[in-house]
């Protein structure tokens, strides 16, 4: 059985073993390796990815349940002269360490504040308890998350 | 993986030896060397519908949807809590209530205790046909092969709220969860009272000489961690995360923080 999906907008027919999982796949099949393997249980968040435009563990999704869905991985968003609010802000507020967790981090926090445009910081704190930090670098991150709908008001 | 798409289709796989697959946070985890039937293209399992005072629930909401629909529904707070806070936001956008339940290896399911105070039904669908029967029942007899299809919760009279205990604040099991679900006349007496413990056992359980040694009274708060320690018959379970004398020990002070907020004056 074929599964016809698409990644970063390009399409994806995949024949293989349909129990695979989808971070298997990014990472061994197509090389996009910024979702990142570690705890394979769905605690860490290092492995989120968007199925239409929603964060998931790429870790706990079998290729089989992906058929006509849409992935974005950390590849897929911005580009390097184009950040996104909350990769910039990371790169602003020099948030990234070893850089284990930052691609899930970026993909649960653009999604989190598309939805929550003005969060507190005990709400951005909750939102992130799917993404471990295992530099435990949290309160600049907070900070980075934080500086973002003040800035992009000051700029309108 | 197979997609049925009957209920029907999905028994004739199982009774083939294949997984039941709902969100897959927990099938995935095991041997990947068993087929898996999923359910998402049966219609109606992702039902959330009111019907007079009850609610009717597919095994197919997620953790997500449900604590988004139940937001606005102040008597089934235990339910919205223990689905608003369990694992991670990711994970729960995947896991199911069905899944929840149905495994049965998963000694910390939030949802479980929640449902066991507001007196959840579950529906099962089995070769013989379709049958509703008490949450408490299923758990303490698990049926042969079935598809647990919905959960029906009956109209709500009183408070409830779902406390835990955690290492961190979130996005692991907790070390041990309490529902409580409360009814008492404005002079604080107690009129009908339902507690539940996930997380100590290996399944979650009602806790029916607590809910018995309170209905009639007024309770002093300050008594109460003693009344609970008293009439704890709970043998806790040791894991990786905490040994089985510390999850019974700590149910008392679940029991006093659940029972403040229920009769604190805004509490749920």
Known sequence: MTISLTINGDPLEYSGDPRRTLLSVLRNDLRLTGAKEVCGEGFCGACTVHVDGAPKVACLIPMGTLSGRSITTIEGLGAPDMLNAVQQAFVDHDVVQCGMCFPGMVLSMSHFLAETPHPTRDEIKRAMTGNLCRCTGYERIVDALASIAPAQEALS | MIHASSLQEALDHQASGAVLFAGGTWAMRGPMDRPFVTLSGIPGLDL??????????????????????????????????????????????????????????????????????????????????VEDLPLADYLATPPGPHVLTH?????????STHVRLMQRQAGEYPLAALSMALKADPDGTIRDLRIAVGAVEARPRRWPALEAALIGCTPDPAALRGIARDLSDFIGRDAVDAPGWYRTRVLPGLVARAFATLTAPEGR
């Open chain 2, 48 to 129: 959330i519908e009111g019907q007079g005072g009850q609610l009717i629930l597919g095994a197919l909401v997620t953790h997500e949807a449900l604590a988004r629909a139940l937001s606005t529904d102040p008597g089934r707070a235990a339910l919205a809590l223990a689905a608003g806070k369990s694992a991670t936001p990711a994970v729960r956008r995947m896991a199911t209530l069905g899944g929840n339940i149905c495994t049965a290896d998963f000694a910390s399911p939030d949802l479980v205790p929640a449902l066991l105070v507001l007196g959840a039904c579950v529906t099962i669908v089995t070769a013989q046909g």
């Open chain 2, 151 to 159: 959960v029906k919760l009956p109209a709500v009279t009183g408070r």
